[in-house]
């Protein structure tokens, strides 16, 4: 019986450690943290779980959450500008986003109750050679303390060597959900987008707002630069000033009188540089490292692939171990090949998404989606599929045989 | 609706073309023969179909040759040496052996009937740019008339320079076919290898030996520097004297009184030097060009992976041809995504079996095939899934926890 070692309690980790319990594969998590202290702590991010993703929880059996109290069921489309478009795309099945200092402690406490070994201890590159000693194969899940770079970035796919949007997210009371309730993506053109997120957290159910400002001119920066904790109501402010101004499909549903980020702790303000890293490294001692999750690669959150595509790549990971006999580099070369698609294509799309003037064909894309429902709902069940969307979207051929399809 | 266009006439165009008119795209073959003259001419191969081989003919409209009449049941082992061992491996299903110039005018009928273009004429790698402005995209299915030379030489995956066996085959009378009716594999070690083929052809159902001969010291190379054409009588005594000496499980049944050549034109002397190329290229057009079959991959033919990869292979273009938007780059990676597990499999397997010295680790699984049914089913059915048989045969430590698994 092969033994696991996986480094990082993020979705990736826990998915792919609940994986392996789930066929009985002896497995250890090294985290820097307690199941408690996972709770704890400054907002990690805000993501969306899509419903492939709720499939596999249903599969490792952690669908703790009931989607009719916990789900929301499409995407809310405000593209502005001169003649500014609304559309919405309902989902097949809903989508959830939970907190992830909810939604972590819980699986790690589901991991340990499974038989998995949950050590806390600090992990670098420097020690990983020691820990593998003990496993079979390392998967390295986190790119944090320097273990990213354990993976060679690959330029090929890593066209940006700065964020291409300055971020400022937080969970707030006082916005009224959509109806039906949903995500929301707004457009200010030249400015950048903002992303409404009916959120649970540890103060029920609240609203993400994740504002994405193009660097630069965009009116948008100072949610990056004027800092929360400095002045907390000068920057809730700020913030319904912003929404007014560039994204008015969200500030009618808010009541300024109630209007606030939830806790202190609840603000995060950056970038995420996006990069693609190799997919495995050979250790000095002969044993392999998996790079998963953030450790392989990072995205800009606007598209919400991140999560979704680390857990896609944790089962791949998964897959691979459970059916093969090997930890050599043929296991690790199938794995390459088996995400690849899905990750290389999520990685590019996400990249596609933020240039700072958007490509013309995703504006015709937008329009039809504008036009015709299909087309809308098929777009937005794509964040499913990343290879189907940038089928879609990687050239201006593509979308125009794409949009062509519908018509026939 | 797209335009499809195919050089060469061989198993891997003629699957590709009838799967593409089976989803009506709009498809030309082009070849240097008519369907007539592809049932003429000197014996091209001794090719078996195996199972996933035949479902794929099943879906494609083209099993016009019956099972109970045309098929074989198993594959029949005699390793030679000090302590001769003989198993045999039953299939789940039969397998088939055609003669191709039997099988391939019968497809090309087939694909004309069915809507294809056949146009005769002769392709070089100068007319290719030519004939690909009037298609979305070309697919080259054949090696010869330069044409092979248009994709690069992988080196990764192209580890000689010479064939690693020089080969006499030929179809013969005279030979009982083996109960149940199978294909034979005897090793004469340190000389080379037989396979014994049950086959139909222009003569009906009689025999194809296949003499596989180490370079250097084998007593075999004879029946390749011996011409058949310069003195028949004088080489069939040859290959009687062989057998005799060197495949007795074979030659037990023979009937020297009846044994001969079909037909002149039915004995093939020679060897392959097996390669890999690139998987597509780009014309000065801007058009793409796969590799398939032969133009993509040569190997040895001693584990029949040859017509069966290229059967495969023609079934992943045609897949991606068919649900894909583009006829672009990323069309050709996609190919070349998908298909490089099964493919590269069959390539390093083919050619770790033809290493002059066996690998220990390939003598203790076929003694392990001697000893326990169960793994030398596994392993003869594996000829359909060359990805799974290196997985077992690429290291010694992948045969042991193979063969551990059966233990357990």
Chains 1, 2 share one sequence.
Request: proline share 6%; aromatic share 10%; glycine share 8%.
């Amino acid at each position: 019986m092969p033994n696991i070692g996986i480094v990082g309690s993020g979705i990736a980790g826990l998915h792919l450690g609940l994986y392996l319990r789930k066929h009985d594969i002896p497995v250890t998590i090294y985290s820097d943290k307690t199941a408690a202290q996972l709770a704890e702590g400054r907002l990690l991010n805000t993501v969306a779980h899509h419903r492939t993703t709720l499939d596999r929880e249903t599969e490792l059996g952690v669908d703790h959450w009931d989607l009719d109290e916990y789900g929301y069921f499409c995407n809310h489309h405000y593209i502005g500008g001169p003649s500014p478009m609304y559309f919405r795309g309902d989902f097949p099945t809903p989508s959830r986003a939970l907190d992830y200092r909810v939604y972590l402690p819980r699986l790690a406490q589901d991991f340990e109750e499974r038989g998995g070994t949950l050590a806390v201890r600090p992990v670098t590159p420097n020690n990983i050679v020691e820990l593998s000693d003990q496993h079979d194969l390392m998967v390295i899940s986190t790119g944090r303390a320097g273990l990213g770079a354990m993976f060679g970035r690959r330029a090929d796919k890593s066209p940006y060597d700065a964020p291409q949007r300055n971020l400022a997210v937080g969970l707030y009371h006082g916005v009224t959900y959509n109806d039906p309730k949903g995500l929301s993506l707004s457009v200010s053109p030249g400015h950048g987008e903002l992303l409404e997120i009916p959120m649970y957290s540890h103060e029920g159910h609240v609203t993400g707002l994740l504002f994405e400002a193009i660097p630069g001119a965009s009116d948008l920066n100072e949610l990056r630069d004027t800092r929360y904790d400095e002045d907390p109501a000068a920057f809730e402010k700020l913030v319904l000033a912003k929404l007014q101004a560039h994204f008015p499909g969200v500030f009618e549903r808010v009541d300024p009188t109630r209007f606030s980020v939830t806790r202190p702790q609840d603000v995060l303000q950056g970038g995420v540089t996006p990069v693609v890293r190799e997919d495995y490294t050979r250790l000095p001692n002969g044993k392999y490292a998996i790079a998963l999750g953030d450790a392989h690669m990072t995205v800009d959150p606007m598209i919400g692939q991140g999560a979704n595509t680390a857990s896609f790549s944790a089962f791949t990971v998964g897959e691979a171990i459970v059916e093969d006999l090997g930890f050599d580099e043929r296991l690790c070369l199938r794995i390459a090949n088996r995400r690849a698609g899905h990750l290389m294509s999520a990685a590019d799309w996400a990249n596609f998404m933020v240039r700072r003037e958007p490509a013309p064909h995703l504006l015709e894309l937008f329009a039809r989606m504008n036009e015709d429902d299909r087309v809308c709902r098929d777009v937005v069940d794509n964040f499913n599929f990343p290879e189907r969307q940038w089928d879609i979207m990687s050239t201006p051929e593509r979308t125009r045989a794409y949009l062509a399809s519908f018509a026939a």
